[in-house]
């Protein structure tokens, strides 16, 4: 079956630090890939996400690569803020399954000023 | 509305007691979805409604829990004979097909 692993947070950081979740999966054929985000006292909502390999999603600074070669889809983004603490979601799509979405464990993200 | 709605927002319930979760999509998305999400297991897919088809029931974790979905619209989650277990936050998205997936802020359910 499908399968998304992430690292366990909490991720503890300065503002302006460098960030990496790391995401695996385990899926047959070719998933799309999501991070979700969670903010305190919100709802779930997209972060970015990429359809095939090779693709990279992007948005708020935020950056992900789909690399089929290694099966991951890293969150990175260059120098972190505040207000980026939240917890973070991997997730996957088979392909043509809409939103069905397996999600990994949740990483949670604190930015110190 | 604007968003995904769901109500209640929080709901206490006795252990053994039937409960109803409600999500509103937003207007004009075809695809509805429900989600738990809980401390020991993360976030799980409960089932999906597309259309007129038939709901993709295959995340449903036993037969005491059923969705219906009235109208192409509204959705309800119904838990019957509440366990312990039954006890996280359940979540609604809704989307057009193959495209973002838009959630509610959930329902917290806690069992007693």
């Known amino acids: ?113 | 509305g604007a968003g995904v709605s769901q109500s209640p927002s929080n709901k206490v319930t006795e252990k053994g007691k039937d409960v109803e979760l409600r999500c509103d999509p937003i207007s004009g998305h075809t695809a509805l979805y429900w989600y738990r999400q809980s401390l020991g297991q993360g976030l799980e897919f409960l089932i999906y409604f597309q259309g007129n088809s038939a709901p993709d029931k295959s995340g449903l974790p036993s037969d005491r829990f059923s969705a219906e979905r009235t109208g192409g619209s509204v959705s309800t989650l119904t838990i019957q004979r509440t366990q312990q277990e039954d006890s996280a936050v359940y979540l609604c998205a809704s989307s057009l097909f193959l495209t973002e997936a838009f959630f509610g802020q959930g329902t917290r359910l806690t069992v007693v």
Not at chain 1, 19 to 29: E, F, M, S
Not at chain 1, 50 to 61: E, I
């Open chain 1, 1 to 113: 079956g499908n399968s998304v692993t992430q690292m366990e947070g909490p991720v503890t950081l300065s503002e302006e630090a460098f960030l990496t979740i790391n995401c695996t999966y385990t899926a047959t054929g070719y998933p799309s890939l999501f991070w979700y985000v969670q903010y305190p006292g919100e709802g779930l909502q997209l972060l970015l996400k990429a359809t095939k390999a090779d693709d990279k999603g992007s948005n708020k600074g935020f950056e992900a690569t789909y690399r089929k070669e290694t099966t991951s889809f890293h969150l990175e983004k260059g120098s972190v803020q505040v207000s980026d603490s939240a917890v973070y979601f991997c997730a996957l799509s088979p392909n043509n399954a809409g939103n069905m979405l397996t999600f990994g464990g949740g990483t949670r993200l604190m930015v110190k000023p």
